[in-house]
């Protein structure tokens, strides 16, 4: 039986668990709403509530306890005079809870915690961002889709004109891209006159017998 023995323990030792509300509780005075698992943020609710209830007293005591779960002293300052005024006439209830379905990794279901008076701001986007385009409307202009509607259409070109023009547009460009051919140089022929050495060098040479002429002439000679 879990008799005085309340909380969820969200697999942590004590230590680690209040080191853990210390984190979420001075992101979420700084920036006034934060992303976490439900169970999180449903342990978390109650101490940032009685934390803005400590901070709408405004007194030097109440700084000092906010400041043992706190330990930044910007953020304790912009709870105790931006966040808690707001809240002067509220009985309290000043957090929601918002879920947004299970994460694809551990299927842990998350939620957002905020204030009720928070109010998402947007971006304005400058010209330079409103002007490029986005990754589709590039892949279609890549790929001969729709481009942009804002664009004007090309004027209409005859089909023997942009024959011609496209000629005339490539024949420079391929002569440019070949590159010459080089001719190989023939051998210089010997002269004659050395020939006719080499021819006569060889005649002069005797003819090497073969050892069965030479046999023969022994038995002759015999």
């Given at each position: 039986m879990r008799h005085r023995n309340h909380g969820r323990k969200l697999g942590r030792t004590s230590a680690h668990r209040r080191a853990l509300?210390?984190?979420q509780l001075t992101a979420l005075f700084a920036h006034e709403r934060i992303t976490t698992t439900l169970e999180k943020a449903k342990e978390l609710r109650p101490i940032a509530e009685r934390m803005v209830t400590l901070a709408r007293t405004g007194s030097l005591p109440a700084r000092r306890k906010v400041l043992t779960m706190v330990f930044d002293k910007d953020v304790v300052h912009r709870l105790f005079e931006d966040i808690a005024p707001r809240f002067s006439e509220r009985p309290g209830g000043y957090t929601r809870i918002l879920r947004l379905g299970r994460r694809r990794g551990d299927g842990a279901e998350l939620a957002i915690i905020e204030f009720v008076d928070y109010e998402?701001?947007?971006?304005?986007?400058?010209?330079?961002k409103q002007g490029k385009k986005s990754l589709k409307d590039r892949a279609k202009s890549m790929f001969g889709g729709g481009g942009d509607k804002g664009q004007a259409a090309p004027e209409p070109v005859a089909a023997g004109e942009a024959v011609e023009e496209a000629a005339e547009a490539e024949v420079p460009a391929e002569a440019e891209a070949?590159?010459?051919k080089r001719t190989r140089t023939k051998k210089?022929?010997?002269?004659?006159?050395?020939?006719?050495?080499e021819d006569a060098a060889a005649e002069a040479k005797p003819k090497r017998r073969t050892r069965k002429k030479k046999e023969e002439t022994e038995k002759d000679a015999e």
């Open positions: 509300f210390r984190n998402l701001k947007v971006k304005d986007e400058g010209p330079e070949k590159p010459k210089a022929e010997p002269p004659a006159e050395a020939a006719t050495a």
